[in-house]
């Protein structure tokens, strides 16, 4: 048996040995043939192939497989004779050249190029020799890594798929400046990016504007609430006239706050304050007036550019205007004050809350007005809307009225106040009784047109303040200026047009004469009789 094995592998090393002998021959042939047809650059390098114009073995490779399985067939050694091995191995080259341009790259892949392991010539590594078993790149051997049926490596291999391209981020610059027209763009890019930046700049102009707002508003706020802290860290302090100044009227001296004040802004003429019962105030302002009605509309009380203004009264008005601690002018008969209606519900921004809400008169129904140099309260006895632009038989100018001329005028004009008044009250008013009106604006009528006004009158000596304000009651009539049935707020609150006929009962000396009639018509009915 040992016998067999040896004739065996005597066999096979001689088929190895011719198999590595007429590869030995293919590369010298091929060898040959490429220094015939190539022009030497140099005589010395004559028939010697540039080492980058030696083909590799991949290239090698299927000719040498198409070669060899051309010799296996019955008339290979008449062929052979009639054509060398290198223009065979050329002419075969080309036809897989052509081959190659022709066909879609993936038909023909680079692994196929390989010839199958089986195939491959097997020769006992001591018989092989150096330059077949380790040849040097360039030579025209195989490189280690293309030898035929050596797997290639995997960093080799083409992909399955290809990995997408990640996009460039582009620079914040160039994405700002893409915001922009740039030459190129088409006409309705343009016009997008017009009006994309037409509403960015409203967007920021918008919220500077009402950020700016609501800052004044609030560094307003501050200051006058500093300004309350320190006016009510002085009480009033009463100074007892002189005896040889009694029989001549009331003395005046400045109050303790007002001196503070003065030292401010010396137009001031007063202090008002709204009380809550059992609460904080709702109004704790300074009073000034100018002779320009308009001079603090948008100064503060300091005298500084402000959006919520001052509270400021009438020009026309004289109120304890006093010269060398005697009453130079006798008081106006109703004094006028203005103030803002502030969307942070400052100066007489809270007055609205008398229209909206039934309960909020009955918790603020007085009114407190010093002056430079007494205190005085007054009870509110009617708050209701009026359209500063009527010019129909609507129109109620009240902030007009300073004076009366007479008896006659004065009941006219409260009575026509207690008409338009939106919750009627037990209040009283009688000619003589000292006025107060607060006028603001309302944008239940609108902005520019509406006035929300308080009314009220001055406490008598020894009178209840809050005598006759907690039983308010909602009126049924409501005398609402003819602008005011234009608007949508009529269509909501579904009232009723102003009837003039209907039962009203008016202030004035009417109900005094007809009380003092009865007795007389009764007792002469008993004398009849």
Known sequence: MSEDYNENLNTENAD??????????????LHAAQAEEAPSAEPEAAGVPAAEEV??????????????????APDADEKMAEESFAARFNRIKAKKTAAAETAPAEEIPAEETVIPAEEEPVMPAEEVPDEVTEPAPGNGAPAEDNVPGKEAPEAKKAPSKKKKKKKKKKPLKRRIRELFPEKGDKPLEVVRKIVFLGAVGTVIVCGYMVGDYYIDLWRSRLEYQKIAESYSTYPPIYTTQ???????????????????????????????????IDGEPIVSLPVVQAEDNKKYLN?????????????????RNFFDYVLDHKLAHKNSDNIVIHGHNMADESMFGTFKYYQRNPDYYGLHPIVQLNSNYDTYTYKIFAFFLIDAEDDTDTSFECWDYIDFEDEEEFY?????????????????????????????????????????????????????PY???????ANPNVKWPNFFYESSNYSQTRDGRYDPNAPFTPYGPADEKEKETEPETTESANTEE
């Open 55 to 72: 083909p590799s073995w991949d290239d090698i490779a299927p000719a040498v497989e198409e070669y060899l399985a051309e010799a296996k």
């Open 467 to 473: 005598e006759g304000t907690q039983n308010s009651e």
């Open 242 to 276: 002189p005896e040889e100044q009694k029989d001549e009227g009331k003395y005046y001296d400045l109050l303790p706050g007002a001196k503070m004040l003065l030292d401010i802004n010396d137009d001031v003429v007063g202090y008002l304050t709204i009380p809550t």
């Open 16 to 29: 190895a040995a011719k198999r590595a002998e007429k590869i030995r021959a293919i590369r010298a042939a």
């Open 299 to 315: 100064l503060s009380f300091k005298g500084e550019d402000s959006r919520a203004g001052s509270l400021f009264m009438d020009r």
């Open 412 to 464: 006219e004009f409260v009575n026509e106040a207690k008409k338009r008044t939106i919750r009627t009250n037990d209040i009283d008013v009688k000619y003589g009784d000292e006025l107060l009106t607060l006028s603001t604006c309302n944008t239940l009528l609108d902005d520019e047109r509406g006035r929300l006004i308080l009314m009220a009158r001055k406490v008598r000596d020894g009178e209840d």
